[in-house]
C-alpha cells in the first residue's frame, strides 16, 4: 500500500505581496530575475538556464528550453519585463547566460558562469524580507503565484498547463483550491441563510 503523504496546500501571494517584493528590490537584475520568476512561472533552474537566444522580444515570447521532462515550451513576455530585460541587458552585457553568477575556480567542478541555485534562492529570500511578507516564501511560490493569478484573472486551466508544462492536468488541478474565485467571493452558507431565514 501507498504511504499517504500529508496534502499541503501551496503557499500564494497576493499582488501586492508581489508588488512590494519588486519595489523593494533595488538591483534591476533581481527585479529582472524575480519578475521572470512570477511574470512567466518559471522554476529555478529554468530561471539559471535563460540564455539570451531564448528571448524574443519582438514576439513577446520566451523559449523555455529542456525544461522539466526534458521538455520546451513558449512562455509570453510582459511588456514592462520587456523594457526591462532591454535595460538591464544594455546595462550589464551579459554574453551567453542571462544571469551570470560569480563562477567559483574549483578543479574538476562543473562551475560555469551561470547564476547559482542559492544564489536565486537568495535573492527571493532577501526581496520577500524587504516587503515584509510573514509567509514561506520560496522561489517556487512564485511559479504557484503565477499559476493562481493567471486563474483568478480568467485564463483557462489548460492554457496555464501548457505554460507551466505540466504533464498532467491533475497537478495543475490542485492550484483550484486556492484560487479565489473573482466572480463571487467564498462566502458561508450561515449568510445565505441568515439572508433568507431572519426576514420570516
Known amino acids: 500500500p501507498e504511504i499517504k503523504r500529508e496534502k499541503k496546500l501551496p503557499v500564494v501571494l497576493s499582488k501586492e505581496e508581489v508588488w512590494e517584493m519588486l519595489s523593494q528590490t533595488k538591483l534591476l537584475k533581481h527585479r529582472i530575475l524575480i519578475g521572470l520568476l512570477y511574470g512567466c512561472g518559471l522554476r529555478c533552474f529554468e530561471v539559471r538556464n535563460v540564455r539570451l537566444a531564448n528571448l524574443d522580444l519582438n514576439r513577446k515570447q520566451l523559449h523555455v528550453v529542456q525544461g522539466k521532462g526534458k521538455k520546451d515550451r513558449y512562455v509570453p513576455l510582459s511588456d514592462h519585463l520587456i523594457r526591462g530585460l ?21 578543479a574538476g567542478g562543473d562551475f560555469d558562469s551561470r547564476y547559482s541555485q542559492r544564489g536565486v534562492q537568495w535573492v527571493v529570500k532577501q526581496s520577500a ?33 501548457d505554460l507551466l508544462g505540466h504533464e498532467r492536468i491533475e497537478t495543475t488541478l490542485e492550484y483550484l483550491h486556492v484560487v479565489q474565485n473573482r466572480k463571487r467571493d467564498p462566502f458561508s452558507p450561515l ?6 431565514c431572519a426576514k420570516q
Open 129 to 161: 524580507k524587504a516587503a515584509g511578507i510573514l509567509k514561506d516564501v520560496h522561489v517556487h511560490t512564485l511559479r504557484h503565484t503565477f499559476a493562481t493569478h493567471l486563474l483568478e484573472d480568467g485564463l483557462d486551466i489548460m492554457t496555464v498547463k
Open 86 to 106: 532591454k535595460s538591464y541587458i544594455e546595462a550589464e552585457k551579459p554574453e551567453e547566460w542571462l544571469f551570470n553568477g560569480q563562477p567559483i575556480e574549483r
Open 191 to 196: 449568510d445565505t441563510l441568515f439572508a433568507q
